[in-house]
């Protein structure tokens, strides 16, 4: 009994200096700085288009790139609806060749959106057809280019941000003189040196 009270006044001192030393040490996180990498910003929006931009943290040009891609798609969608009803229409009034004893009217009457309803002959309704088409088309080649410019957004962006601006990189001019033995002058001139890190 008296040993054990020996030892714990005895140790006591020791356990609440190391109890003290913990408690004053605290493990710091590493936090490694984000590195941006140009290719894969560039294989990110490849993917997603604006996964590139978040990567870069450009969070700004989100609504761009969304709406870019929302508003092509809407406009597609119309010419697409409007382009299968006047197909059905243009095909009620044209020859079919699958069944020759087919004898198209003259018109057909299509209603409009707007509530009207019109009389539409053959040439009329193919223009209408095509038209529709063209501009669905024309839309989808929209959004390819949107795509492009999404990914080329990202890389340039990437390789903007990970360029080397600090004051290692400088450009140092020099006058000198030389002696030209041939014409036997003096030639001056300036010597331009460039130092990288």
Do not use: C
Not at 7 to 34: E, G, I, N, R, T
Not at 84 to 94: D, E, T
């Amino acid at each position: 009994m008296y040993l054990k009270n020996f030892l714990l006044v005895l140790l006591l001192p020791f356990s609440v200096a190391s109890m003290d030393l913990k408690d004053s040490v605290q493990l710091k996180p590493v936090v490694k700085p984000y590195k941006i990498i140009p290719r894969q910003a560039t294989l990110k929006s490849l993917m997603i288009p604006g996964w590139g931009q978040l990567y870069n943290r450009q969070y700004w040009k989100l609504p761009l790139v969304a709406g870019a891609f929302v508003s092509l798609g809407m406009i597609a969608n119309w010419n697409d609806v409007r382009y299968a009803k006047y197909r059905a229409y243009y095909y009620q009034v044209s020859t079919h060749v699958d069944d020759p004893t087919y004898k198209p009217p003259t018109t057909v009457a299509v209603p409009y959106e707007d509530g009207t309803i019109r009389d539409l002959d053959v040439n009329q309704l193919k223009r209408l057809t095509d038209g529709y088409r063209r501009n669905r088309d024309y839309t989808y080649i929209g959004m390819v280019l949107a795509w492009t410019l999404n990914v080329v957004d990202a890389n340039v962006s990437a390789h903007l941000k990970t360029f080397d601006v600090s004051d290692d990189i400088s450009l140092k001019v020099k006058p000198t003189v030389d002696y030209q033995p041939f014409s036997q002058s003096l030639v001056s001139g300036i010597t331009l040196s460039f130092n990288f890190k």
